[in-house]
């Protein structure tokens, strides 16, 4: 696993598919939920994502947008619709403006014509430290263009979800990881300044490699050196350039990832000891881990633990 594919491995749809209208104008959708990611994809006509305080996006066929929560949104025919807005969100009534009662939220209600939108809404739920470090990587709203056609894997979902089949909900949460996974790397690919700069160090041979190695045997116990001659330079070539195009030093970076897989371990792993968890990321023993866990976080790694009625492990 690389550092990108790291960061999306704990987001996963789970009966996320809860819109899809064919809406006439005018018409106003008020996305009430905010939830961490609500990804979208306009497949036919055009509308205006409109959020309090910022200004309206346009976007049009073919278009996938992602936006990051709790802040709420809306999806209108024009700026200043007349349309009375129809809440909409994980559990709703059917937009009076177009869209039938679906059995998953709201659905398609007749064929899309010239003067019609459609569109795919989906809702991700992001979780744990892992989950927040993808969050604190994304702008509020992300617009990834089309070319006059959506996406391929939209048209697959809006077939879908128009009918009932065995398994259709599994289909249908694969379906949209796909999406959502290949919506967020272009956006990356495309962001001069925008993107992490861990992000466009991945394309380096020296530095992607590094990290690439640190994410996928996260339990070795590195050091520069180590790292330096397994992507095959000096330990200066490697902390430099590094540095340079990371912003942090190779052990920095590397202890803060693994404080944030750690953390997440300690909340959904009940069953393994503090010393365990130590061990998967890198860490001899218990004392160690901790001390470095409190020195990162600021708390000790017991305090992670989600509350249980059996007595904490902690050897």
């Given at each position: 696993?690389?550092?990108?594919?790291?960061?999306?491995r704990g987001v996963r749809a789970h009966g996320s598919v809860f819109g899809y209208p064919t809406l006439s104008a005018p018409w106003s959708l008020d996305f009430v939920?905010?939830?961490?990611?609500?990804?979208?994809?306009?497949?036919?006509?055009a509308g205006?994502?409109?959020?309090?305080?910022?200004?309206?996006?346009?976007?049009?066929?073919?278009?996938?947008v992602v936006i990051r929560g709790p802040e709420t949104f809306g999806f209108v025919d024009e700026p200043g619709t007349t349309a009375i807005p129809e809440a909409c969100g994980e559990h709703c009534s059917a937009p009076a403006v177009?869209?039938?009662?679906?059995?998953?939220?709201?659905?398609?209600?007749?064929?899309?014509?010239?003067?019609?939108?459609?569109?795919?809404?989906?809702?991700?739920?992001?979780?744990?430290?892992?989950?927040d470090r993808l969050l604190g990587a994304l702008p509020p709203v992300i617009r990834i263009?089309?070319?006059?056609?959506?996406?391929?894997?939209?048209?697959?979902?809006a077939a879908e979800v128009s009918t009932d089949r065995p398994g259709q909900q599994a289909v249908l949460d694969r379906l949209l990881d796909w999406l959502l996974v290949c919506a967020l790397r272009d956006w990356f690919d495309f962001q001069d300044d925008a993107a992490p700069q861990w992000y466009s160090a991945l394309h380096d041979p020296i530095v992607g490699d590094a990290l690439n190695v640190m994410h996928s045997e996260l339990d070795t116990p590195w050091t520069?050196?180590?790292?330096?001659?397994?992507?095959?330079?000096?330990?200066?070539?490697?902390?430099?350039?590094?540095t340079d195009l990371v912003g942090e030093p190779p052990l920095t970076y590397l202890t803060r990832w693994r404080m944030t897989v750690a953390a997440d371990r300690l909340?959904?792993?009940?069953?393994?000891?503090?010393?365990?968890?130590?061990?998967?990321?890198?860490?001899?023993?218990?004392?160690?881990?901790?001390?470095?866990?409190?020195?990162?976080?600021?708390?000790?790694?017991?305090?992670r633990r989600v509350p249980t009625t059996g007595p904490e492990k902690t050897a």
């Open positions: 696993m690389d550092a990108f594919g790291d960061l999306l939920d905010g939830p961490p990611l609500t990804l979208g994809v306009i497949l036919d006509g205006w994502i409109v959020q309090d305080g910022r200004e309206p996006l346009r976007v049009t066929a073919g278009t996938t177009g869209g039938a009662l679906h059995h998953r939220g709201w659905g398609a209600c007749g064929e899309a014509s010239a003067d019609t939108t459609s569109m795919i809404v989906g809702a991700y739920p992001v979780r744990g430290e892992i989950g263009p089309g070319h006059g056609n959506a996406d391929p894997i939209a048209r697959l979902i520069v050196s180590t790292l330096a001659r397994r992507v095959g330079v000096s330990r200066a070539t490697l902390a430099k350039r590094f909340a959904d792993r009940p069953d393994l000891t503090i010393a365990e968890v130590a061990r998967e990321v890198g860490y001899a023993d218990a004392f160690t881990f901790s001390t470095a866990f409190k020195r990162t976080t600021g708390v000790n790694p017991s305090s």
